[in-house]
């Protein structure tokens, strides 16, 4: 199975993190991906990527209105949105990748 992993963020951490994470695991799903989206909230860091996570990752989504720890990412194909663009367009996203419109970090 093809394995997309992701990190949401934004300023607050409150709501906006949650929902643009299941927005995304949701796509996932219905498009044949195995998810793993790291949430960074006012609580801190959830569900962490781990290096296996990451070497498995066919891509990375960064859906994010804050700074995120980017250089693990080094060498995956890796594409940046807004939180609000993974909450409200999340199908486009997954379709920019699977169109190749990517690139490698």
Partial sequence: MKKVIG???????IAHTYMAA???????????YEAKIETNGSSG?????TIEDISQAEFVIIAADTRVEME???????IEVSVTD????????FNEVE????SEY
């Fill in 45 to 49: 860091v959830e569900n962490p990527l």
């Fill in 72 to 78: 693990r990412f080094r060498g995956k194909k890796l």
């Fill in 86 to 93: 993974a909450i409200r367009n999340a199908e486009k996203i």
């Fill in 7 to 13: 990190v949401c963020a934004c300023p607050a951490g």
């Fill in 22 to 32: 299941e927005n995304l695991e949701t796509v996932a799903k219905q498009k044949g």
């Fill in 99 to 102: 169109q190749g419109r990517v």
